[in-house]
Nanobody, 129 residues
């Protein structure tokens, strides 16, 4: 059974940084597309970043500020968030595609929620202006 557990959220001032972690268990995630999504109050959930066998993908809104990475030994995916803005405030979710599936980006939208059957519980990020 796939389990994803996020951590690392919190409150920061604009311009600050946070690093989110997603610990995966239940399968070998290193050969599966892993994604980070976020959902702000009153808005739809949107893709932020994804990673698959070392290749990384980013939404335009976070390019140059966010970095996704993975530690295969720890079965953990990270999202380093720098130069945070108030509009980055949201609940952040880690998600996984089916085992063995790569990342597929779409336009518009960047990542399709329906491509990710497994989700974590989310971690809150709040950026104060």
């Amino acid at each position: 059974q796939v389990q994803l557990v996020e951590s690392g959220g919190g409150s920061v001032q604009a311009g600050g940084s946070l690093r989110l972690s997603c610990a995966a268990s239940g399968y070998t995630y290193s050969t599966t597309c892993m994604g980070w999504f976020r959902q702000a109050p009153g808005k739809e959930r949107e893709g932020v970043a994804a990673i698959y066998t070392g290749s990384t993908y980013y939404a335009n809104s976070v390019k140059g500020r966010f970095t996704i990475s993975q530690d295969n030994a720890k079965n953990t995916v990270y999202l380093q968030m720098n130069s945070l803005k108030p509009e980055d405030t949201a609940m952040y979710y880690c998600a996984a595609r089916w085992p063995g599936y790569g990342c597929v980006t779409i336009s518009p939208g960047f990542l399709a929620l329906s491509d990710f059957p497994s989700w974590g519980q989310g971690t809150q990020v709040t950026v104060a202006s």
